[in-house]
């Protein structure tokens, strides 16, 4: 039976962020019935799909508005339709919504991760965040006297003189993880609205890279290194289900607009509550395929992801899972990029310092 992680979708949120571009909705009167087709999902998904849940992760939206019933509800659901051997059950949870933080532990959550994205009032304003940088940090001291492992988002870029070493230090005391974001502005989103009509100042690209180093230079200070481009984490504290995405394990979503990975083919459901309510989803056959196995397309997104990660890739699992030779196949593209590579131990991975180009860097691989 093949291991898998299981990502359920909480689409509700009191208000939508200004720089969101997740599926989310505000109807928060249609939870009930959320809840009632996401455990109609997982039970039929289970039977498309059988495997031994190893993580799960709730995502958003804004997980934490469920009631505590509906969790239980949802765990009973997973717990009933899946062989479950958990190493790792996150939940994420906003400031303003976390009065029920240590309640989640009795559901077997052992991980939670808190949105603070900054500490600095008017940038948590302008992005249309709900709580105060109190909220956040208290958020987090209350997080920590319950889980052993607690993690806090945090977006850089937001303007040109944003103190994100602040920010780093401030939250550490309470964190074993941390994730820093860019600011990306999506098109039609409030943000860019706000940008074109001159009302909010984004850090420019030089700015935003500076920052950048400034987050993985505290973060290493405070002994958090990172080990994903956005990623930072305590030894032993690395998210293990989003290394299933860079790692090419299977996953299975729940939920509107939630993705999964089975068996070589990716697919989605459909970005639509009203949809998703009347049964759209993959547990009745009405996903999306976005594609079909490929073994080039499977080459391709194996570097992709591998060489997101610190430990970049293993060419000995590489040329044994796809019977090539990796140094051989791509020798043109890594010449390339030689001075930004290192190879060590039978692993090719980007430098450190170079992280901030890596997407560069990795298109050179693949296209030379």
Same mark, same amino acid.
């Given at each position: 039976?093949?291991?898998?992680?299981?990502?359920?979708?909480?689409?509700?949120?009191?208000?939508?962020?200004?720089?969101?571009?997740?599926?989310?909705?505000? &109807?928060?009167? @249609?939870?009930?019935?959320?809840?009632?087709?996401?455990?109609?999902?997982?039970?039929?998904?289970?039977?498309?799909?059988?495997?031994?849940?190893?993580?799960?992760?709730?995502?958003?939206?804004?997980?934490?508005?469920? #009631?505590?019933?509906?969790?239980?509800?949802?765990?009973?659901?997973?717990?009933?339709?899946?062989?479950?051997?958990? /190493?790792?059950?996150?939940?994420?949870?906003?400031?303003?919504?976390?009065?029920?933080?240590?309640?989640?532990?009795?559901?077997?959550?052992?991980?939670?991760?808190?949105?603070?994205? *900054?500490?600095?009032?008017?940038?948590?304003?302008?992005?249309?965040?709900?709580?105060?940088?109190?909220?956040?940090?208290?958020?987090?001291?209350?997080?920590? %006297?319950?889980?052993?492992?607690?993690?806090?988002?945090?977006?850089?870029?937001?303007?040109?003189?944003?103190?994100? %070493?602040?920010?780093?230090?401030?939250?550490?005391?309470?964190? *074993?993880?941390?994730?820093?974001?860019?600011? #990306?502005?999506?098109?039609?989103?409030?943000?860019?609205?706000?940008?074109?009509?001159?009302?909010?100042?984004?850090?420019?690209?030089?700015?935003?890279?500076?920052?950048?180093?400034?987050?993985?230079?505290?973060?290493?200070?405070?002994?958090?290194?990172?080990?994903?481009?956005?990623?930072?984490?305590?030894?032993?504290? %690395?998210?293990?289900?989003?290394?299933?995405?860079?790692?090419?394990?299977?996953?299975?979503?729940?939920?509107?607009?939630?993705?999964?990975?089975?068996?070589?083919?990716?697919?989605?459901?459909?970005?639509?509550? /009203?949809?998703?309510? #009347?049964?759209?989803?993959?547990?009745?056959?009405?996903?999306?395929?976005?594609?079909?196995?490929?073994?080039?397309?499977?080459? *391709?997104?194996?570097?992709?992801? @591998?060489?997101?990660?610190?430990?970049?890739? &293993?060419?000995?699992?590489?040329?044994?899972?796809?019977?090539?030779?990796?140094?051989?196949?791509?020798?043109?593209?890594?010449?390339?990029?030689?001075?930004?590579?290192?190879? *060590?131990?039978?692993?090719?991975?980007?430098?450190?310092?170079?992280? @901030?180009?890596?997407?560069?860097?990795?298109?050179?691989?693949?296209?030379?």
């Amino acid at each position: 039976m093949n291991g898998a992680g299981l990502y359920i979708h909480i689409p509700f949120c009191k208000k939508r962020c200004n720089y969101c571009d997740f599926f989310s909705s505000t &109807d928060q009167e @249609s939870i009930d019935r959320y809840v009632d087709e996401a455990v109609k999902e997982i039970t039929l998904v289970s039977k498309r799909f059988p495997a031994k849940i190893e993580t799960i992760y709730f995502g958003g939206g804004t997980p934490s508005l469920l #009631s505590l019933s509906h969790f239980d509800k949802i765990f009973s659901a997973i717990h009933s339709s899946f062989s479950v051997e958990s /190493k790792e059950t996150t939940i994420e949870v906003n400031p303003n919504s976390s009065g029920d933080l240590a309640e989640y532990k009795k559901f077997g959550i052992d991980r939670v991760s808190i949105g603070i994205q *900054t500490l600095d009032p008017v940038l948590l304003r302008k992005i249309g965040r709900l709580h105060t940088p109190e909220e956040g940090i208290d958020a987090l001291l209350r997080a920590r %006297e319950v889980y052993d492992n607690v993690s806090a988002d945090l977006i850089i870029g937001l303007d040109g003189k944003q103190d994100v %070493e602040r920010d780093v230090y401030s939250i550490a005391p309470y964190c *074993t993880h941390v994730s820093g974001y860019m600011l #990306s502005v999506p098109k039609k989103s409030k943000i860019e609205n706000m940008i074109k009509s001159e009302e909010f100042f984004p850090a420019n690209d030089e700015q935003t890279v500076d920052q950048y180093d400034i987050l993985t230079n505290t973060c290493r200070e405070l002994g958090f290194y990172r080990y994903e481009t956005s990623n930072y984490a305590r030894l032993g504290k %690395e998210g293990i289900h989003n290394g299933n995405y860079w790692a090419m394990r299977p996953y299975i979503g729940i939920g509107p607009s939630a993705h999964s990975y089975f068996n070589g083919v990716r697919y989605y459901n459909v970005n639509d509550l /009203k949809k998703y309510l #009347s049964g759209c989803h993959s547990g009745s056959c009405k996903e999306k395929i976005e594609r079909k196995y490929s073994v080039e397309d499977e080459i *391709t997104e194996t570097i992709m992801l @591998s060489l997101r990660t610190a430990k970049g890739i &293993d060419i000995k699992s590489f040329n044994e899972k796809f019977h090539s030779d990796f140094l051989k196949k791509y020798e043109k593209g890594i010449d390339a990029v030689k001075k930004y590579v290192s190879i *060590t131990n039978n692993r090719l991975y980007i430098l450190p310092k170079y992280f @901030s180009v890596q997407n560069q860097v990795i298109l050179s691989i693949l296209t030379h």
